[in-house]
């Protein structure tokens, strides 16, 4: 048999409060808070990543977004549930995501990149000329060789199209 919960307090609601908020302006994660290991991360990391490489998106998403909830400073997990996002056709949300990682990596051109495929998708492509044009820049000959040529194609593609630079 189960017992239901008693409704949390007033005061336990706001030391609950108090102490999440402590956590996350110390730059910790409610993953941490709940006492979430990384190795128990990177677990619900590879279940979703293996949900999105089945096509399971649905269910990625749903463990993805709960990852993210956990841990919302690690890079990988905001641009997989922004592939996962944008695999649905939820460019706004897949957008959100990947200028979040991007804020986490400002270095990393990958999620730019991925947010120009979004924008264009929204009908936006003057700004996913933009975007690649900003990935492009960003790409490094060593280390984004794939990425920069994708970012071209796409460039080519767009400017083809008329999309202007602003």
């Not at 270095?107 to 009908?123: I, N, R």
Request: hydrophobic share 45%; aromatic share 6%.
């Amino acid at each position: 048999m189960t017992t239901a919960q008693a409704p949390m307090t007033g005061e336990e609601y706001a030391a609950l409060h108090d102490q999440i908020v402590g956590q996350l302006a110390r730059g910790g994660s409610l993953g941490q808070l709940k006492g979430m290991t990384a190795d128990e991360c990177e677990a619900l990391y590879s279940l979703g990543y293996g949900l999105y490489e089945k096509a399971r998106y649905a269910d990625a998403l749903k463990v993805l977004a709960y990852l993210v909830s956990l841990d919302h400073t690690e890079h990988r997990y905001l641009v997989a549930l922004g592939a996962t996002a944008q695999a649905m056709g939820k460019h706004a949300d897949a957008l959100q995501q990947y200028m979040a990682a991007t804020l986490l990596d400002p270095l990393e051109p990958a999620p730019v990149f991925y947010a120009a495929q979004c924008l264009l998708d929204m009908g936006q492509p003057d700004a996913a000329l933009q975007s690649c044009d900003l990935a492009l820049a960003m790409c490094k000959p060593d280390r984004h060789a794939v990425l920069a040529e994708r970012a071209q194609a796409l460039r080519t593609l767009l400017a083809a199209r008329g999309a202007k630079e602003n």
